[in-house]
């Protein structure tokens, strides 16, 4: 175990797919039936705000009905054996979903946000929130209506934890990103930033993504195959080797 102590994880889609949530780009992805100008730009949600709420309040109500997966609990199980070890992982994800915190993990960096949560466009306030919004959703804290919206980062907005995020790539020992076509920026950059810091990189992918050849080691496979393999090789003091 010596070799990787701080290890950074980005996570997408691709990791919740076994337990149920659509990933985006896949065939029956989000966008194979949305047009995502639609439903995730600020613009389309100014033109059409209730089919925006619509889309949200579904997936949103789908939530309770999924489960995590043996890979959430893999990293969930990796964050805790690293942090009795004196290191750290950090998990930067880009799904919106809860499943990482319910698998068992501590610390999740939402970088697009988080769907059991709603926001006023008004005052600000960011709270839990497990219910439907609509247009006239009146905001628990300044009580105005027609100014809630989901707390989703939107194409065209600018993800969130980017420094934290930035700052845990710079003193890592590994990057592994799991599940993401890498077809979605900044979190698509961050393998070439880690490469020009010199910290090795890692893919667990159904597939090689977009940016699979700038990874040193890959594993393809389902995500509830590879991930809790690998994760516990490496706190076996088995490192990823070239494969
Ligand atoms: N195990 C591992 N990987 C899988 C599995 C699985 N069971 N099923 C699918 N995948 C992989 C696919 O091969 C694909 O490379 O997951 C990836 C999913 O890619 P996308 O659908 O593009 O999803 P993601 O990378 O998370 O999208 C990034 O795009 O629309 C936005 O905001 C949305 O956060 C999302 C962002």
New binding site residues.
């Given amino acids: 175990m010596a070799d990787y102590r701080n290890i950074v994880v980005l996570t997408?889609?691709?990791?919740s797919?076994?337990s149920g949530v659509a990933?985006?780009?896949?065939k029956d992805?989000v966008?194979a039936q949305y047009d995502?100008r639609e439903v995730?730009t600020p613009e389309g949600f100014a033109a059409n705000p209730a089919l925006v709420h619509e889309f949200y309040n579904a997936r949103r109500r789908a939530l309770p009905g999924v489960q995590p997966n043996a890979a959430h609990r893999a990293l969930a199980e990796l964050e805790a054996g690293l942090s009795a070890r004196g290191g750290r992982l950090t998990l930067i994800t880009?799904?919106v979903d809860d499943l990482h915190e319910r698998g068992g993990a501590k610390d999740v960096l939402h970088m697009?946000g988080e769907l059991l949560k709603a926001t006023c466009t008004l005052c600000g306030d960011i709270r839990e929130w497990r219910e439907d919004l609509c247009v006239e959703t009146r905001c628990r804290l300044c009580r105005r209506e027609g100014a809630m919206r989901p707390y989703v980062v939107w194409f065209g907005e600018t993800p969130r934890h980017l420094g934290d995020a930035a700052d845990a790539i710079m003193s890592a020992d590994l990057f592994v990103s799991i599940?993401?076509?890498g077809?979605?920026y900044p979190a698509a950059g961050f393998v070439a930033e880690a490469r020009a810091l010199g910290v090795p990189a890692m893919e667990l992918?159904?597939?090689p993504?977009e940016n699979a050849g700038l990874f040193d080691f890959s594993r393809y496979g389902?995500?509830t195959e590879v991930v809790p393999t690998w994760a516990a090789a490496l706190l076996a003091g088995d490192p990823p080797t070239v494969s």
């Fill in positions: 997408g889609s691709g990791i797919a076994e990933t985006f780009r896949d992805g966008w995502y995730a880009q799904n697009h599940g993401t076509s077809s979605v992918n159904l597939e993504s389902a995500a």
